[in-house]
């Protein structure tokens, strides 16, 4: 299938229809109407035939959506035949749930290992993950890991990103509040639950829902 280029906005909204397609296509349907994907993904249905469209499905009146495409389409271009693997940096509190969730039974990723500076963790297994010695990075981190997930305290966010770029890491989850500096050819996405909190407490108040 040829590759087509999406739109970023409509890209973001890629896996939430994949994940739901998933579910429909396993419990048998065929076939799925904007409406229905609309009410549960909470994406308007207008926003969903434009993101659709994009995607080569064209819904039919009084049809809807062919499941089995959609599915095809999204598992090529998520790119779901093939496991993505992941190292995850700074096995503390928010690490180790990542490390125990893994993310496999969702999306083809996978942790492959952590990597942490406290003797007492290194060299032990969390949920099936090796844990190593930040002094064995360069050793054990190979080519085929391109992703990494930072969840270390913020003050060694920077050098770790460094170093992770030297071994070939394309992109970077970053859990730290640091603002961290990568070059060009490397994807940063941040996400800061403290600010995330916070602004969902600030919109509460400031932008009642009723
Ligand atoms: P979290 O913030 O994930 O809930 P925590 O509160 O248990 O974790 P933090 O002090 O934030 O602990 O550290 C997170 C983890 O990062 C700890 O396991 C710590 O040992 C590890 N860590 C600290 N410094 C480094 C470093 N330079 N490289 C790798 N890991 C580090």
Avoid at 171 to 176: E, V
Avoid at 185 to 190: E, G, N, P
Wanted: no cysteine.
């Amino acid at each position: 299938m040829e590759q087509l280029k999406i739109p970023q906005a409509t890209a973001k909204r890629l896996p939430l229809y994949y994940r739901f397609l998933k579910n429909l296509h396993s419990s048998g349907k065929q076939r799925v109407s904007s409406a229905e994907l609309s009410e549960a993904v909470k994406v308007d249905s207008a926003t969903i035939r434009r993101d659709f469209s994009y995607f080569g499905a064209l819904g039919k009146k009084g049809y809807g959506y062919n499941v089995n495409y959609l599915l095809s389409f999204f598992r090529k271009t998520l790119d779901q035949d093939e496991v993505t693997k992941v190292a995850l940096i700074g096995v503390g509190n928010l690490g180790t749930a990542f490390l125990n969730y893994n993310f496999i039974k969702n999306n083809n990723t996978k942790i492959e290992m952590g990597f942490d500076v406290d003797e007492d963790k290194v060299g032990k297994q969390v949920g099936d993950v090796p844990i190593y010695h930040m002094d064995q990075l360069e050793e054990v981190l190979k080519g085929d890991i391109t992703v990494a997930i930072l969840t270390v305290p913020a003050t060694a966010a920077q050098q770790i990103t460094d170093r992770l770029i030297k071994r070939g890491i394309k992109g970077i989850l970053n859990f730290t509040p640091a603002r961290i500096n990568v070059p060009d050819k490397v994807r940063l996405h941040h996400i800061d639950l403290a600010v995330e909190l916070q602004s969902l407490v600030y919109f509460l108040k400031n932008y009642p829902t009723e």
